[in-house]
T-cell receptor
Framework: GAGVSQSPRYKVTKRGQDVALRCDPISGHVSLYWYRQALGQGPEFLTYFNYEAQQDKSGLPNDRFSAERPEGSISTLTIQRTEQRDSAMYRC????????????FGPGTRLTVT | GEDVEQSLFLSVREGDSSVINCTYTDSSSTYLYWYKQEPGAGLQLLTYIFSNMDMKQDQRLTVLLNKKDKHLSLRIADTQTGDSAIYFCAESISLGGSQGNLIFGKGTKLSVKP
């Protein structure tokens, strides 16, 4: 079966624009996670969902960042009024159940804010 | 607070064993993971260990966990050039019965010389 997919793979945007990053988890996976990875660093947690409920958004850096998963499947991470410091790789992961310990990652979206 | 530390670089010769080390600070970690990231690729889950185990072997991979010292290691036997990648150590903590987010180290870049 297909793995986690993310789109777009690359996004270049001008400072001040809004961007929406999409994650399509593995079919049937209940939990979905968003991470951000700067160059030379490990991924850092942003937020996660069980089904459509956002369980933890403590990693979102500020209120320009939001995420939703309205039907418990595809998720969108939105960044409003982008800034250069938002440039990073944004990674999505999914796991089978709420107590599942295996998170499978997508290929990521490389965001560049100019 | 939670923190995961790894050495940044490791260089070995093809056919030798590689040992990548990691220390973590949170004693309530439930699972500890090793992920592999190849250039331009996503994060691949290599293996994981439950915190009440002290060793896990999976083909060429051996994970050792010293819970007292909060030290985790990954040994790759008979290292091949295809093992060249960045290896991330990560921990997860159970939150109210659910598996929460992963906390990653900065990654160890393994270079395998022929």
């Amino acid at each position: 079966g297909a793995g986690v997919s993310q789109s777009p793979r690359y996004k270049v945007t001008k400072r001040g624009q809004d961007v929406a990053l999409r994650c399509d988890p593995i079919s049937g996976h209940v939990s979905l996670y968003w991470y951000r990875q700067a160059l030379g660093q490990g991924p850092e947690f942003l937020t996660y969902f069980n089904y459509e409920a956002q369980q933890d958004k403590s990693g979102l850096p500020n209120d320009r960042f939001s995420a939703e998963r309205p039907e418990g499947s595809i998720s969108t991470l939105t960044i409003q009024r982008t800034e250069q410091r938002d440039s990073a790789m944004y990674r999505c992961a999914s796991s089978l159940g709420t107590v599942s310990y295996e998170q499978y990652f997508g290929p990521g979206t490389r965001l560049t804010v100019t | 607070g939670e923190d995961v530390e790894q050495s940044l670089f490791l260089s070995v010769r093809e056919g030798d064993s590689s040992v990548i080390n990691c220390t973590y600070t949170d004693s309530s970690s439930t699972y500890l993971y090793w992920y592999k990231q190849e250039p331009g690729a996503g994060l691949q889950l290599l293996t994981y260990i439950f915190s009440n185990m002290d060793m896990k072997q999976d083909q060429r991979l051996t994970v050792l966990l010293n819970k007292k010292d909060k030290h985790l290691s990954l040994r790759i036997a008979d290292t091949q050039t295809g093992d060249s990648a960045i290896y991330f150590c990560a921990e997860s903590i159970s939150l109210g019965g659910s598996q929460g987010n992963l906390i990653f180290g900065k990654g160890t870049k393994l270079s395998v010389k022929p």
